[in-house]
C-alpha cells in the first residue's frame, strides 16, 4: 500500500482532457513538499514529467500539467495523443518516513 | 548530458547479498544539493524507493528496508553502490538508479537492471 494513493487507472478518448489524482497527508505533500510526475513508457525507465508541483523540464510538451493544494496534487493532460498511453506516477517527500515515496501508480488507456 | 547506468548480476540466490553499481556522467557528485538514489519496480508493479545518498554523504533509507540496505558513493569514479543483504525471492524486481536534481526530482534515470532472486 502506497503512501501517496493515485487512480488504479484512467482512460479517455484522443483529444480530449484526462486528469491523475495524488493524495497524501499531512507529513507528505500538506506539509509543503513539492510533487514530482513521471511517465513510464512500457518497458522503459520511467522518465520527469512534472518538477515541483508545475514546472515542465525541456522537451515535455505543455499538454501536461501538474497542480497541488493541500494535501492532493494532480496531473492534468490535455489533447491525448496515443503514444500518452504510459503508466503515470507521483512522488514527493514523506518527513516521518524520512524519505522518498511514490503512489502505486496510474495506469493511462488512450481508447 | 546526464547519464547513469546500474551493473550487477541479473540472478542472485535467496539469502545472498546483491551488490549494484550506478556509474553516472555528466554531473559531480560533489556539487551541494546532488545526490544518488536507487528505486525498484517488481513484475508488474509500483516503483519503490530504496535509498539516496547525498552529496556531503547523508544517506536516507527506506524504513522498511533500513536494516537490509548499505548506500556508498566513490566521487572520483563517479559511482554510487547498494548492496542489499539477506536476498528474497519477493526482492525480484528491476534496480533503477537516478540523479536528485536540485529540485529534489529525479530527473534522469538510469535504464534499469532486473535482478532474480532464485535458487
Known sequence: QSVLTQPPSVS??????????????SSNIGAGYDVHWYQQLPGTAPKLLISGNSNRPSGVPD?????????????????????DEADYYCQSYDNSLSGAVFGGGTKLTVL | ?????????????????????????GFSLSTSGVGVGWIRQPPGKAL?????IYWDDDKRYSPSLKSRLTITKDTSKNQVVLTMTNM????TATYYC??????????????????????
Open chain 2, 88 to 91: 528474497d525471492p519477493v526482492d
Open chain 2, 1 to 25: 548530458q546526464i547519464t547513469l547506468k546500474e551493473s550487477g548480476p541479473t540472478l542472485v540466490k535467496p539469502t545472498q547479498t546483491l551488490t549494484l553499481t550506478c556509474t553516472f556522467s
Open chain 2, 48 to 52: 519503490e524507493w530504496l535509498a539516496l
Open chain 1, 12 to 25: 479517455g478518448a484522443p483529444g480530449q482532457r484526462v486528469t491523475i489524482s495524488c493524495t497524501g497527508s
Open chain 1, 63 to 83: 499538454r501536461f500539467s501538474g497542480s497541488k493544494s493541500g494535501t492532493s496534487a494532480s496531473l492534468a493532460i490535455t489533447g491525448l495523443q496515443a503514444e
Open chain 2, 98 to 119: 537516478a540523479h536528485r536534481q536540485l529540485d529534489t526530482a529525479m530527473g534522469s534515470w538510469g535504464q534499469g537492471t532486473l535482478v532474480t532472486v532464485s535458487s
